[in-house]
């Protein structure tokens, strides 16, 4: 079934990822789990006829939808006053609050975002929607949103975590998951540190901003055509906003321009007041979003506070650990209970702590709502530890990687069950760094880069190798369930519906495959259609990297049901065993005879065999008992390390990464070139997260970087001119997953912290490696340069007091 | 009526799109949806498309990538805009989408036909693919996706198919085409109710033109003219492009001056100023993107009066003089003396810049330029300088500091200057010019930087340019020189 050659081939960097060997096996075997298959968009995207959501071509009589926003982020809304509005040229109507007869808060989880807000209303954050308005035009419409008039009786704003945090103001009650005795961890230790880090948050710069396209039916409901990670979702909410049974709305996604878990909750309320607006009108109706809206008012990844007191020994062991996480939620709930639980899951990493208290904050501020974004509080959390581990590592005077190895987890003398109670089954990080290790040649490199630094004043180079485990499962058990829809044509062709939905990931291509390889046909048989709720009912998002995992199951189980009726129809027709009938190449063979798969499906008709199944697949052995910070919440775990090497320059702070060795495990690999792909962009939005991506506001909670021209992704020449990405090889998943294959969404990403501990390398190299910089998060040519002339300080305070 | 191509389309726009983009005009009028809109900004190069323009010099076709949400039908004149969905050859797909699919260069497929753009643009501009010159014709272009890697690969192994493409066949005929609409010798005009949209194609007409209507805007580039149009929602009701004005686009060397008109693109006049002045070759590699460079012009870099321009700062610091014309009059003014406060300058109205005269001065190889920013390509600066010291005998005989980003203009430090002209040519004496800025500048604080950083780095620069002069170059190599 598996060629173990397959996984092996795989390493990137300028060549291309496919090679020969790989399409040759293709078209001998058929057997395409594991073969790097392009996207199955992609000749679409290229020629420019991938459609999404604004290039369908809409209804004839579609207007466009757009909102108005709240200008102030905090305080009562005195009067509106929309005369304007309804006047300007091509504007067809005006909607409010008070007309909608439904549901009117679109929480995802808990209640706390309403769908609009209206006069006496509280704003609670600055772009928070008040009305919308619908025209002829997107221009008009926009134009005529510009023209209310608002009158605000202003109110005091906490903008920051900390004046959240003095305020005691909480979207959600704080969580503990706490092992062992703590205090005494710490106290009995030889060596006691503690600290504060800042963790910027992240704008999820989706090049498709939220779109939708609600379209009424003769039913009095809705079908819609939208940019959404959560397809059921938006459909449920829709229903209740419009007080309508759930089956009157058919929610699509064909496909998403980017979501990153930007459009898992975010999407939810344009698409709810657009279905109000196309109700209203009886049109369809339009909306997109303007980028600088879009970034305005919708959520992005959480901004923390990490603060930490830790024990440790001569060698950099970890006794205890307290560390409390302060998460700046934003105006409302949204997800932030799970992620913030996430960030607390993976607040060891990779490292195993005998004692250890981890308390989750959800501060509440006037900005908006913090959201789900690609690893979902994972990465706060891992970055909070590898910065503890960073300054054991100085205070210890060792290589931070030796910090590293000395605290693994390991099956030896029972170091290896988490702060949560979970014990790790699969121990891959130790061999996997220790390969990393070698094939980045790292200890010949830390010599030269020693070197180096000695004998530059200006330019200081640092290298930095950092691991991640990342726990695979939605957190919340009952997500953890998908459906998918298989039919077998009379002409052989094949069409798969599942819940998932493809955001750029490959996830259609990967399920593809699946099928194909259960029929044996070839992989072009496979059309994986729109994903659509009249077809596969109930689904989960498509988040928590759990998209092949589950939906890749429910599709597999779909097809061996109709594979099962098809060999049971082989056994009755020929007369022959169950064993004699394989699927393979395009064709079924049974015993002797050997029919095309076409063929073989049209006899199997003309004998009315059943041709198309529904599969259901749920993730067993997770549980998770919040009330005690206790349980097994993942099924396995994905594991990683990457290599950074940075030089950067004292008198500017600005910095180049120079050379990234990534070796990533992703069990079996079901599409290495999809797998890689979400490799090098996890790695590269990391890195950016970490580095120049920075979000500010004012005191009065106005985002001022609302454009790629304040907010800055990394761009083409970010990415490191040397960029070796391996995929382990010959590490099958444990766990009975799709072809023991492993998510890959989300993990990569924290693997761009490599980067961030590199410049603290260099930084902390103008001490000649004893002090840890003072450096938050993201490390701004700003910031770096603040913790190089800190650094200088302190080598000058430091030689007065030797002097002293 | 304005005239140019849409792919093999004749297209003539004449009483509708006075403000019209081309992305607007290609999504919503000609219902091309292949071409994106990520920003409206031109940040995101999701609109890229590929314009092609008659050189009247070579009568061949120059290629060249342009973000479609930055540019005004109105400045189409007499070209031919290339869209994605005009690539393919019957069935088969171009040289650079067939890269894209075989090196996996997408995943959710929405930047992708901008890059492919920017591909094909290399593609028809270039006869070997090299990192370095590949990387300048993609870094206007921004993936969240890939991390871009397999878009390096797919551009560097694009050029190899040996066949001439479709537009190498069609080649002749798009130049006649462009040629008889060139040839139209009326003013190419939109009027639209109130709004109306000139392009005049000589300096004469622009002059006149201007006389008439002096609440005109100018438009260049529009790289920041246009964000009043998409981004503010205004409409701009008179606008004279100086795209087609070929005789403000000419680029000499007489006097002792590099002269370049004013209405000459980055692109154009690019080459000739690094050949001149080899110290610019960083800024300019930094300064926008190339579909910005391709569009924005000098006299607009000028003209705008931005306080983070800055192309204004090495102007400035090689006393650089600027022509400006007001129907038949013309005056010659310092550039330093053309910028009197915030986005205020000397011109009045229905005056406009013609030329820069940039001096060839003798001392010009101790130059260095610095431009700090969060992200090297595409970005504002958080301080951008132009330093240059005469030193004979080991004392600083003159000095020439200028800084963008610091004030409210581009502006010179004076103090800095005093308190190194006549001293020796000393570390100490640095850091005396260093403290001498902080009575030079107080800058503001902004997401671009604190007030405190600007300040640190611009004293950190003034040392950097006396570390490097006195160095070798190898333990001062900058950032930037990394690939």
Excluded at chain 1, 97 to 110: C, I, N, P, Q
Excluded at chain 1, 520 to 537: L, N
Aim: hydrophobic fraction near 35%; include cysteine; proline fraction near 4%.
């Amino acid at each position: 079934m598996f060629n173990n050659e397959k996984s092996s081939f795989v390493r990137s960097n300028s060549a291309p990822v496919v090679n020969e060997n790989q399409i040759q096996d293709k078209a001998e075997s058929n057997q395409i789990v594991g073969s790097g298959i392009e996207h199955e968009s992609a000749m679409r995207h290229v020629a420019g006829t991938a459609a999404y959501v604004d290039d369908i071509p809409a209804p004839e009589g579609t207007l466009h939808a757009y909102f108005g926003f709240a200008s102030v982020s905090c305080g009562r809304i005195k009067t509106i006053d929309l005369e304007e509005v309804r006047r300007a040229p091509g504007v067809f109507a005006v909607l409010t609050l008070d007309e909608v007869t439904g549901k009117t808060d679109v929480g995802a989880v808990f209640p706390g975002d309403p769908i609009m807000i209206g006069p006496n209303d509280e704003v609670e954050f600055h772009g928070q929607v008040i009305f919308a308005v619908c025209a002829s035009s997107r221009t008009e419409a926009r134009r005529a949103a510009r023209l209310a008039k608002i009158e605000y009786e202003q109110g005091a704003p906490d903008i920051s975590i900390e004046q959240g945090w003095s305020n005691r103001s909480f979207v959600r009650p704080s969580h503990e998951q706490s092992k062992g005795d703590t205090e005494s961890g710490i106290k009995s230790a030889e060596h006691e540190i503690s600290g504060e880090l800042y963790i910027g948050g992240q704008e999820h710069f989706y090049l498709e901003s939220q779109a939708v396209l609600c379209i009424p039916t003769e039913e009095k409901g809705m079908h819609v055509i939208t940019s959404s990670q959560n397809p059921a979702e938006n459909q449920k909410l829709i229903a209740e906003v419009l007080n309508i049974p759930f089956n009157a709305v058919n929610v699509e996604v064909r496909r998403m321009g980017g979501a990153f878990g930007g459009k898992e909750t975010n999407s939810n309320q344009w698409t709810c007041i657009v279905a109000l607006m196309a109700l209203k009108t009886n049109r369809p109706v339009k909306a997109c979003l303007a980028r600088s809206d879009d970034m305005m008012s919708t959520g992005k990844r959480h901004h923390f506070i990490s603060r930490y007191r830790v024990g440790f020994d001569k060698d950099g062991r970890f006794n205890g650990l307290d560390l409390a996480l302060l998460a700046g939620c934003g105006n409302s709930p949204d997800l932030s209970d799970a992620i913030v639980d996430r960030a607390m899951f993976h607040a060891d990493n990779a490292y195993f702590l005998p004692a250890a208290r981890v308390v989750g904050h959800r501060v509440k501020t006037n900005t908006v709502s913090n959201t789900a974004f690609r690893g979902f509080g994972g990465p706060q959390g891992i970055l909070a530890m590898e910065n503890i581990i960073d300054r054991i590592a100085r205070h210890v005077g060792k290589d931070p990687l030796d910090i590293r190895k000395a605290n693994f987890y390991s099956a030896d003398r029972n170091r290896d069950v988490t702060h949560y109670g979970q014990k790790i089954e699969q121990h891959v990080i130790p061999n996997l760094v220790s390969r990393l290790e070698s094939t980045s040649a790292y200890r010949s490199r830390r010599s030269e880069i020693n070197q180096f630094n000695q004998e530059n004043r200006v330019l200081k180079r640092g290298l930095a190798l950092t691991p991640v485990k990342f726990g695979i499962s939605f957190t919340v058990q009952h997500l953890n369930q998908a459906g998918a829809l298989v039919h077998v044509y009379t002409d052989g062709s094949i069409q798969l519906n599942h819940g998932g939905t493809e955001m750029g990931q490959g996830l259609y291509t990967k399920i593809a495959q699946i099928v194909a390889d259960v029929f044996g046909v070839d992989y072009e048989t496979v059309m994986c259609t729109a994903t659509r709720t009249d077809k596969v009912p109930n689904s989960s998002p498509t988040a928590a990297s759990s998209g092949t995992d589950l939906n890749g199951m429910a599709a597999q189980v779909a097809a061996e049901k109709i594979k099962q009726r098809l060999i049971r129809f082989a056994c009755n027709h020929f007369e022959i065993d169950a064993e004699e009938v394989r699927f393979s190449g395009g064709r079924v063979a049974m015993g002797e005879k050997s029919l095309s798969f076409n063929d073989f499906v049209q006899l199997a008709y003309r004998n009315r065999v059943n041709l198309s199944a529904s599969g259901h697949y749920k993730t067993p052995k997770i549980h998770y008992d919040r009330s005690i910070g206790k349980g097994r919440p993942f099924l396995y775990y994905a594991n990683g390390a990457a290599v950074s090497e940075i030089v950067l320059d004292t008198l500017t702070g600005e910095y180049k990464v120079l050379r990234v060795d990534i070796c990533h495990d992703v069990g079996r690999s079901i599409n290495p070139a999809v797998d890689i792909g979400q490799i090098e962009g996890g790695f590269i939005q990391g890195m950016g997260w970490l580095t120049t991506e920075e979000l500010v506001w004012d005191e009065d909670g106005v985002l001022k970087t609302s454009s790629p021209a304040a907010y800055k992704i990394p761009s083409i020449s970010d990415t490191p001119p040397i960029f070796n990405v391996e995929l382990l090889p010959d590490s099958p998943n444990k766990e009975a997953t799709i072809f023991r294959s492993k998510a890959v969404g989300e993990p990569p990403l924290m693997l761009g912290i490599s980067v961030w501990c590199a410049i603290r390398d260099g930084v902390s190299s103008i001490s000649g490696y004893r002090f840890a910089p003072e450096l938050d998060a993201p490390a701004t040519p700003e910031r770096v340069l603040r913790a190089c002339t800190r650094m200088k300080v302190m080598m000058k305070d430091s030689r007065t007091n030797a002097m002293a | 009526m304005i005239e140019f191509l849409v792919n093999d389309k004749v297209c003539a726009v004449s009483d509708a799109g006075a403000n019209t983009t081309l992305l607007e005009y290609l999504r919503e009028d000609l219902r091309l949806k292949g071409t994106k809109e990520g920003c409206a900004s031109g940040d995101c190069g999701a609109c890229t498309v590929t314009l092609a323009c008659l050189s009247s010099e070579t009568q061949s076709l120059e290629y060249l990538s342009a973000n479609s949400c930055m540019t005004l039908v109105g400045s189409l004149d007499a070209k031919q805009v290339i869209t994605v969905e005009y690539l393919e050859d019957g069935s088969d797909l171009h040289s650079c989408q067939k890269a894209m699919v075989e090196h996996h260069g997408s995943q959710c497929g929405f930047c992708t036909p901008g890059f492919v753009m920017s591909l094909f643009t290399y593609y028809k501009t270039h006869d070997v693919a090299a990192h370095e010159t590949l990387k300048e014709a993609l870094g206007g272009n921004l993936c969240r996706c890939t991390g871009y890697r397999p878009i390096i690969s797919a551009g560097l192994h694009m050029l190899s198919s040996g066949n001439p493409d479709k537009f190498e066949r069609n080649c002749d005929e798009t130049i006649v085409s462009l040629g008889m609409m060139k040839q139209k010798t009326e003013i190419p005009v939109i009027v639209e109710n109130e709004k109306q949209f000139f392009c005049p194609r000589t300096s004469d007409q622009l002059a006149q033109l201007l006389l008439t209507h002096p609440e005109a805007r100018v438009v260049a580039g529009g790289t920041d003219l246009v964000l009043e149009i998409n981004q503010s929602l205004r409409d701009i009701k008179t606008l004279i492009s100086v795209s087609s004005v070929e005789e403000m686009k000419t680029i000499s060397i007489s006097d002792g001056h590099l002269i370049i008109g004013a209405a000459a693109t980055f692109s154009q006049f690019q080459s000739t100023l690094i050949d001149n002045f080899p110290n610019l070759r960083e800024l300019i590699g930094r300064f926008g993107s190339l579909q910005i460079r391709n569009q924005c012009t000098l006299g607009g870099n000028i003209a705008n009066a931005s306080p983070v321009a800055d192309m204004p700062v090495f102007l400035i610091a090689m006393n650089t003089t600027l022509t400006l014309r007001r129907g038949e009059d013309r005056r010659t003014i310092l550039i330093e003396d053309f910028f009197k406060s915030y986005k205020k300058t000397a011109l009045k109205d229905s005056e406009f810049i013609e030329d820069i005269r940039i001096p060839m001065l003798k001392n010009r190889g101790t130059l260095k330029l610095y431009k700090i920013s969060k992200r090297f390509e595409d970005d504002i600066s958080s301080v951008c300088t132009a330093i240059n010291l005469e030193i004979k005998d080991n004392f600083i005989q003159e000095s020439n500091i200028v800084f963008g980003a610091m004030a409210e203009i581009p502006k010179r430090a004076r103090h800095c200057e005093e308190a190194l002209n006549g001293k020796s040519w000393t570390e100490e004496t640095i850091s005396e010019g260093m403290q001498a800025l902080e009575q030079d500048f107080s800058p503001i604080s902004d997401f671009r930087g604190s007030s405190e950083y600007r300040l640190e780095v611009s004293k950190n620069l003034l040392l950097r340019y006396f570390l490097e002069r006195n160095s070798t170059p190898e333990s001062l190599i900058r950032i930037t020189q990394y690939v």
